[in-house]
């Protein structure tokens, strides 16, 4: 069974609607918005990887640490969040201000063949990588070969 990705909810509203100018004015609204306030919401990148005995989610987040992220498993679906907001030190002010949040979610579907107590995450160089193993089942195993007696 292959991984899917769930849409954000926000997104699965979007694409409900058949009216593609109610969609453009909305996504033009919300891209003014968050000019205006000097603010973004992001979706991060994702490569998603089939082993024999493991899936993985490679998830590109170039700084950030690896305490700002928020993994969670609920009824087989995994979420990883960020919600991170750089302030300046006391003192310092801006003189030009392109970003203020770096937040996002993303949601998977795992298959039954996931064993969700197993699962680790890691952060290095700026790429969160989930290691999902599969159940001892569910791995590929070598061809056996049957003697006829």
Excluded: C
């Excluded at 960020?82 to 801006?94: A, D, I, Q, T």
Aim: charged share 30%; net charge neutral.
């Amino acid at each position: 069974m292959k991984l899917m990705i769930f849409p954000r909810k926000q997104e699965q509203k979007e694409t409900t609607q058949h009216n593609p100018l109610t969609v453009f004015d909305r996504m033009m609204s919300e891209m003014m918005s968050n000019f205006l306030s000097g603010s973004s919401a992001t979706v991060a990148a994702v490569n998603i990887v089939e082993a024999p005995d493991h899936y993985r989610i490679e998830m590109a987040a170039p700084g950030l640490e690896k305490n700002d992220f928020e993994l969670k498993v609920d009824q087989g679906v995994l979420t990883i969040s960020v919600n991170k907001e750089w302030k300046l030190e006391e003192g310092h002010e801006f003189r030009r201000r392109e970003f203020a949040y770096y937040n996002f979610e993303r949601s998977f579907s795992l298959p039954d063949t996931v064993n969700v107590d197993k699962i680790k995450a890691t952060y290095k160089n700026g790429i969160l990588t989930v290691a999902l193993p599969k159940k001892e089942e569910a791995k590929e195993q070598a061809p056996k070969k049957i003697e006829i007696k």
